[in-house]
C-alpha cells in the first residue's frame, strides 16, 4: 500500500485515496495491470510503453527496498528453519518473478524454497503446474496466503487453505476460513495435524 502512496504522492490526496483503495480491493493483482487501471481511470491518463516502463520500474524500486528492510511476519524465521528439510516450499506471488527472487535473495530466504514463482503468469496456472510437475496430490498441500487471488488459487486447484491476516484479525477471506496472525499460530496448527 505504501509503494502506491509513494508512487502516486505527486497527485492531488483525492487521487491517491483512490489507487490506494482500488489497490486494496484487488491485492493480489499484478502492478502492471494496477498502474494502467489508476492512471486511466483516476487520472484520465493512457500510459505509453515507455511511461508505464519508468513507473512499474520505480514502484518496483520502492518495494524492494521497504519489503527486504521490513520486519518479519511474527514467526516466519523459526518456521522456515523448523519445518526446512521436512517439506518442499514454494512461493507463488502476483510479484514480478525477477523482483521476488531478489526480494527473497535480499531477505537471506532462498535456501528454504524449492520454487519461485511470480507474474506475469496467474496463480492458479502457476499452482496447476507445480502439482503436476513435482507429482504433488493438491490434498497433501497447504496453501498460505494473504490476498483473495490466494484463496481462489486454492479454491481451483483444491489446495487446503490458511489466510494470513493481520494482528487484527481482518482479512478478505469468506467467513470459515482457517486463519494465522503469524506463522507461530501455523506451526501450531500443522503440529496437530
Not at 492512471?39 to 512499474?56: I, N
Not at 504433488?136 to 496453501?143: E, M, Q, R, V
Not at 487484527?168 to 496472525?181: H, I, R, Y
Amino acid at each position: 500500500m505504501q509503494a502506491f502512496k509513494d508512487l502516486y504522492a505527486g497527485h492531488p490526496d483525492s487521487v491517491v485515496d483512490r489507487v490506494v483503495t482500488y489497490h486494496k480491493e484487488h491485492e493480489g493483482i499484478s502492478r502492471v495491470v494496477k498502474i494502467l487501471h489508476c492512471h486511466r481511470e483516476f487520472l484520465g491518463v493512457d500510459l505509453d510503453d515507455a511511461e508505464h516502463q519508468r513507473l512499474c520500474q520505480r514502484y518496483a524500486e520502492i518495494v524492494e527496498e521497504k519489503v527486504i528492510s521490513c520486519p518479519e511476519i511474527a514467526g516466519a524465521k523459526s518456521f522456515l528453519d523448523n519445518l526446512h528439510g521436512e517439506g518442499r516450499f514454494f512461493v507463488v506471488s502476483g510479484t514480478p518473478e525477477d523482483e521476488l527472487y531478489r526480494i527473497i535473495k535480499g531477505r537471506g530466504l532462498d535456501r528454504y524454497f524449492e520454487g519461485i514463482y511470480g507474474s506475469p503468469r496467474a496463480k492458479d496456472v502457476i499452482v496447476s503446474e507445480v502439482l503436476q510437475r513435482y507429482g504433488f496430490a493438491a490434498a497433501n498441500c497447504l496453501f498460505v496466503g494473504d490476498a483473495m487471488t490466494d484463496y481462489r488459487a486454492a479454491e481451483a486447484t483444491g489446495i487446503p487453505f490458511v489466510g494470513r491476516v493481520d494482528d487484527s484479525n481482518k482479512g478478505p477471506f469468506p467467513d470459515g476460513t482457517a486463519t494465522v496472525s503469524d506463522l507461530n499460530a501455523l506451526a501450531e496448527i500443522l503440529s496437530c495435524g
